[in-house]
């Protein structure tokens, strides 16, 4: 089973603060220069910061560089190092690591995303997190407990918004948008894919009969 980040329930002494994660910056570096794009972040907890233009202008930021940032995020980046051109011994090698991109790390977040994450709600006493379950989202979501959603209970699979990152918590705060049911039923999952993407996925039709609802259908199908 893999490790997962800040696993809930785990004993505290041995959770990593969001400052020795991301917290304050180290030396400084030589700032290239500055750059603002969006998020791309992968299981190990390092991020692309997307730029647009081409791949080589993406920047490269190590888990330990993101300060909170999350996948989707819009952020400023400190660009400290350029892309470096594979040798031409690498390059006739086939090399993975022939070239790289170039590096830095993420100063500010200039807007969370407003793309849900999808996860597991988890239940103890008083206390409730999301549990994620996506590739691109390595930590689970604390979630105030007096915020939960009529209906939400243990082991349901729950969209959440994160509101934040505060210092010195281990985990992101956030707080659930949408109940999309138990894990495993048809429904549930097909929601679960589409809430991720931000794509529609509840039928605004309440209160209509059928004729009224296949009316509505077909005149959003016609040109």
């Not at 969006?38 to 791949?55: A, C, L």
Request: proline share 4%.
């Amino acid at each position: 089973m893999q490790k997962r980040r800040n696993r809930q329930g785990g004993e505290k002494g041995g959770r990593k603060s969001r400052d020795k994660k991301f917290g304050s910056r180290q030396k400084s570096k030589r700032v290239l220069e500055e750059v603002t794009g969006k998020v791309r972040m992968r299981g190990d907890g390092y991020v692309f910061v997307i730029i647009g233009g081409g791949p080589d202008n993406d920047v490269f930021v190590k888990a330990s560089k993101t300060r909170g940032a999350l996948n989707g995020d819009t952020v400023r980046c400190a660009v400290t190092s350029e892309r470096k051109e594979a040798s031409s011994d690498a390059a006739k090698g086939g090399r993975k690591d022939a070239a790289r991109r170039r590096e830095g790390e993420i100063i500010e977040i200039v807007e969370r995303s407003h793309k849900p994450f999808v996860g597991v709600l988890h239940i103890v006493g008083r206390q409730a997190w999301v549990l994620m379950q996506s590739r691109n989202m390595p930590y689970d979501i604390c979630i105030d407990f007096d915020t939960l959603p009529e209906g939400a209970k243990r082991g349901m699979k729950v969209a959440a918004l994160v509101d934040g990152w505060d210092k010195g918590e281990p985990t992101p705060k956030g707080h659930i948008v949408d109940v999309l049911g138990m894990p495993g039923e048809n429904d549930t999952e097909m929601h679960a894919i589409l809430a991720e993407y931000a794509l529609p996925y509840r039928l605004e039709t309440q209160g209509q009969n059928p004729e009224e609802q296949n009316s509505d259908q077909i005149t959003e199908a016609e040109p």
